[in-house]
């Protein structure tokens, strides 16, 4: 396995600041997406929409966050790779395990966090319809609800 020579090499360094980062840009994008869609629509930002934008900027900072873990992996992903070869056959065939699954690992949080993005911009802007392909949720009952049967 790969490990860092200095504190400089260390990819766990910075690792909340690189957090904050992928959080803010993502909320800073989301924001900056709105205000385009709502010149374009030539739709102010009024009252009654700051609750959805509260909502945007929660969805988009996870979205960013999920950005991070799996910009996070890459780098990890790219550590095992450029790491030498050794000659044990099982310690190749482990390192070749770990680069799936640090890869599936990456794609998914990327994903996620496209699709929280996603939601998040179409909750923003109010286009419903941007993401009215995801399926419904069936409504869950509250616990009250269920004791009072």
Do not use: N
């Not at 310690?91 to 496209?114: D, E, I, T």
């Not at 941007?130 to 269920?146: A, C, E, K, T």
């Amino acid at each position: 396995m790969w490990m860092p020579t200095s504190e400089e090499d260390d990819p766990s360094r910075e690792s909340l600041s690189r957090f904050l980062r992928h959080i803010g840009g993502s909320v800073a994008l989301a924001f900056g997406v709105l205000l385009v869609v709502s010149l374009v629509e030539k739709r102010p930002l009024s009252g009654d929409r700051y609750p959805d934008c509260f909502v945007m900027a929660l969805l988009a900072g996870v979205a960013g966050a999920s950005a991070g873990a799996g910009r996070r992996l890459v780098s990890a992903l790219r550590a095992l790779s450029v790491s030498k070869d050794s000659p044990d056959p099982a310690a190749r065939s482990l390192r070749k395990q770990y680069l799936v699954v640090y890869g599936f690992g990456a794609l998914m949080f990327f994903f996620f966090a496209a699709i929280l993005f996603l939601l998040a911009v179409s909750i923003g802007t109010g286009h419903g319809e941007w993401v009215s392909w995801m399926p419904h949720l069936p409504r869950r009952r509250g616990l009250i609800d269920l004791l009072l049967r």
